[in-house]
């Protein structure tokens, strides 16, 4: 267990190594990629995680934060989104908001392409209870 444990602070090890600095808490959020974090959908809450310059782009196209692309803090610099997360997260919660967690799995820049971040909704206990996966004989 503890091996596994271990293994999950990779990316924190790696910064205390090449800054000599300790990481702080962060929640659910992560310490090196932005968005990256928990926000609540218009009917309860979804994990959103936009790993790169690519999907950062077709998710400020599809979601209307295109001025977050013309921001030379933040468009095409995975660093800048990490330091200026708390500007990026206002944006990224304002635009969660107004849509349902399953309009935000089949979310498509204007062109139609999937934006292929990664969007996680949490099922309620009433969902977990009628899954097919939860039953059993």
Request: glycine share 6%; hydrophobic share 35%.
């Amino acid at each position: 267990m503890l091996d596994g444990v271990v293994s999950l602070l990779t990316y924190h090890a790696s910064m205390h190594l090449t800054t000599a600095t300790m990481s702080q808490r962060v929640g659910s959020r992560h310490a090196t990629i932005a968005p990256y974090d928990t926000f609540s959908a218009a009917d309860g809450e979804l994990f959103l995680a936009v790993g790169n310059d690519d999907q950062f782009r077709r998710f400020c196209e599809a979601t209307g934060l295109q001025a977050l692309l013309c921001s030379e803090t933040l468009r095409d610099k995975p660093v800048a989104r990490v330091v200026h997360h708390r500007e990026l997260r206002g944006g990224s919660r304002r635009s969660c908001a107004a849509s349902a967690r399953d309009a935000w799995a089949q979310l498509t820049d204007p062109s139609g392409r999937p934006v292929r971040s990664r969007c996680v909704t949490f099922p309620t206990r009433c969902r977990i209870r009628s899954s097919c996966r939860a039953q059993h004989d």
